[in-house]
């Protein structure tokens, strides 16, 4: 069993009691390829919610000062977080993440950026589209709909593969392809509250 492995196993015996998950939408997961996995951030937790719940191991963008953690930054990339500069164009991020969307594998992505502080879905920026324009991955939505309170439910709703066909056909902006995959995001918030 391998690090990512175990710790899926250790902290599901963790936070699964706590916050008794309610998971929706699993089958509108591809079973292979590439999947970008565009989620709204609520909460701290949220990264390891959606990595225990999700069908296949995803790899998620974490910013750089936690790999400078004593320990943490020893753990990290053994469970699939590589770095990621805030508040720049962090040229090796991305180029990890369109790699990894080529080589089949899921990319993780809070496309706001940070945890949004009221718990409504912010303005995503424009990394989600990016990646969404350069590869031909699936665009999978995921919600998490809170609150984060012990002993209550809390849903991870997986949508169904956005098609992105018309946007990449026109060349979108990155920008505009962004407000695509959250308005799905927002659609899985409100039907799924």
């Known amino acids: ?3 990512y492995s175990f710790a899926r196993s250790f902290v599901n015996g963790i936070l699964n009691p706590i916050y008794r998950f309610e998971v929706k939408g699993k089958e509108h997961f591809p079973k292979d390829g590439g999947v970008l996995l ?17 069908p296949r191991p995803v790899h998620f963008m ?11 930054g020893k753990i990290l990339p053994n469970i699939n977080a590589f770095p990621v500069k805030r508040g720049m164009s962090d040229r090796e991020a991305l180029r990890t993440g369109l790699s990894l969307l080529k080589e089949g594998k899921v990319l993780g992505l809070f496309p706001e950026g940070t945890r949004s502080k009221t718990g409504e879905l912010g303005k995503g920026l424009a990394g989600a589209g990016f990646f969404a324009l350069r590869t031909d991955a699936a665009i999978v939505p995921c919600a998490i709909i809170g609150p984060y309170k012990a002993f209550k439910r809390l849903k991870v709703v997986y ?24 308005e799905e995001i927002r659609k899985l918030i409100n039907e799924n509250k």
């Open 1 to 3: 069993m391998n690090l």
């Open 38 to 54: 565009c989620t709204n951030h609520i909460h701290n937790f949220d990264p390891p919610v959606v990595g225990i719940n999700a």
């Open 62 to 72: 974490a910013k750089a000062e936690l790999f400078k953690v004593p320990l943490l």
């Open 159 to 182: 949508g169904k593969p956005i098609d992105m066909t018309a946007l990449r056909e026109r060349r979108a902006s990155a920008e505009e392809t962004t407000e695509f995959i959250m």
